[in-house]
C-alpha cells in the first residue's frame, strides 16, 4: 500500500478488516446482514460473525445473481459504501461480477462521502434508480431493533426462528400494503416533477444569460469528466506514504524539542528521553528500511522534504476544510428546517439542539485549523473567520471543489442548483414510468393468484375445504378490483380482469385517493441495534 488516492472514502470502519468494530469478540454471531428490494420487502438475511466486512456483501450479491441465472440481469445495489465496494471488487479482480451491478449510496448515508462519491455514486445522478431513496433496510433494522435484547439470550435456532418469523410478518406487512405504496410513490413523482420544473425555470430566470436543458446536461457530464480525470491525476502524483509519515514525525519531534527548550519554568531542558525515546524510535525505523543515516536526515532546507510537508500541509488542511464544509451545509440544512416549526414545537426543540452540536463541532474544526504552522500553499488561508466559515458557498471551499465550476457569468451556486433540479426531474420522469410498470405487475400477479385458488377449490370435493378456499377467493378478488380501480388512471392499457363471484362487493366509491389507503407505521427505537449493513 504505496499511496492512496485523497478522494477514495476508504477511512470508513465498515468494510475494513482491521479498523471494523467488534464489540462481542466472545460471540459466535454478532449481527445480521440483509438486502431488502426497493419496495422494503425483506429478500436475503445472513448471519455475521465478525464485524462489517465486505466480504458479507460480495457473497449476498453473488447469492441474488445465482438466483436470477439463466436471466442475465444488471442488478442496482444500495450500499452504505457503494464506493468502497466498487473499489474492492476492482482491485481483487472481480471485474466479471462488477460487470453486472449498478453501484449507488443511500441517498442519507451520501453525505458522509466525500464531494466525488456524492456525484458519481447519488441516486439521483444515476439512471435507473428514479427516486429510491435506498434507506429501506434503516427501516427495517428500526423494526427488528427491539428483538436484540431477546435473541442475545436464545440458542441458535430458537434465535434463527424468532428473526425468521419477524422478517416475515414485516414482509406481510409490506406486500399487503404494495398498493398504497405505490400510489405514494406516484404521488411524490408527479410532486417531484412539478418542484423541478419550477426549479429550472427559476435558474433559467436568475442566469445572466439563456441557459437551456441541454447546457444543463453538458454541465452535469462536465463535471463528472472531471472529477474521474482529477481521481486518476492524484492516483499518479500522490507521494509514498513512507514519506508523509517521515516527515510528520521530523516535525512532531522538531515541536517537542522546542517545548522543552522553552519550558514555562525558564529552565533549560537538555533531554526528555522518556518523551522523546518513543518517536525518535519511529524515525529510526523508517531511516533505517529506507537507508537513510543520521547524518542523511531529512532536513527543512531539502527539497524531498519540502515536497513531502507540502503535501503533508495540503491533505490536512484539506481534510479540516472539508470536514468544516460539511458541517456549514448540515448548519444550513438545520436552519432551514428549523424554520418551518414554531419555536416552541418538540421538533424544533430538537433542531436547536442539534444546531447547537454542529455549531460547537464547526469551531472546533476552525481552531484546529487555526493551531496549525503557516500554510505552505498560497491557495490555502493562514486563518479562518466564523463568519465565513459558516457560509457552505464560501470562495475558499469552491476552490477546493474538483467539481465543475460552471461557465461564463454564471454563478456557481445557479450551476449546482440546475444540473440538481434537472436530475430530480429525470429521477421523478423514471420514478413515475417504474411505478407504472410495477402497477401492471401487481394486477397480474393478483390475477395469477385468482387463477391457482380457481383450479385448486375445483380440485376440492370436501364442502369445508371448499368453503375456505372460496372465502379467501373473495377476499382476493377484493383486493385485485380494489387495485384495479385505483391503478386505472395511471395504467394505459389494462389487463383483462377475471370474472368476479356474484357476491364479492364492488366498490361504491367513485373516488379512491391516496388518502383512503392506510399507511403502515413502522416501530422506531433508539435502542442499540444489532451490527447491519444496509444494500
Known sequence: DDSKPNEDCNSFQAGSKIRSKNKQKKLDVTGVFGAACRHEIPVKFLNMSHGERLGYPVFLIQQLLQQTRPVNIRLRVLYDIGCVLQAHLRRTGQESLLAQLDLAIPIFHLYGHKTPCQILFSTRRKEGFGLTDGEGMERLWSFLRPFFRVTKEMTPSHRIDLLTDAILHYARRKSSDIEGCLLQRMDKADKTFVLAEEDIAEVRKQAPVAVTEDDITRWDEKEKEIILR??????????????????????????????????????TVVSQPSALKPLTNKILTIERKHDITPSTRWRPCDSEYKTALKEVDKEERTKLLSEARTEACERAFLIACKAKYPDGQAIAKKLSRQLMSINGKLEKTISRYNDMRPPEDSMFPPSIELVDARDPYWTVYLNLDVSFKGEGDIP???????????????????????????????????????????????????????????????????????????????????????????????????????EDMDPIEINDSDEEDLEEEVM
Request: hydrophobic fraction near 35%; charge should be positive; charged fraction near 30%.
Open 230 to 267: 482529477n481521481k486518476q491525476k492524484s492516483q499518479k502524483v500522490t507521494s509514498y506514504k513512507w514519506k508523509k509519515e517521515y516527515v510528520t514525525l521530523l516535525i512532531q519531534l522538531e515541536s517537542l524539542q522546542e517545548d522543552f527548550l522553552h519550558a514555562q519554568d525558564g529552565r
Open 412 to 514: 456557481y451556486s445557479l450551476v449546482r442548483r440546475a444540473i440538481d433540479a434537472l436530475n430530480m426531474k429525470r429521477r421523478a420522469t423514471e420514478e413515475s414510468q417504474m411505478v407504472k410498470a410495477e402497477m401492471r405487475k401487481v394486477l397480474l400477479h393478483l390475477i395469477k393468484q385468482d387463477e391457482v385458488l380457481r383450479l385448486t377449490t375445483e380440485n376440492y370435493r370436501e364442502l369445508g375445504e371448499r368453503a375456505v378456499l372460496t372465502k379467501r377467493r373473495i377476499q382476493l378478488q377484493q383486493r385485485l378490483q380494489l387495485a384495479a380501480r385505483v391503478f386505472r388512471p395511471h395504467i394505459s392499457e389494462m389487463p383483462e380482469l377475471p370474472p368476479f363471484f356474484p357476491c364479492s362487493p364492488v366498490i361504491a366509491r367513485d373516488e379512491y385517493t391516496l
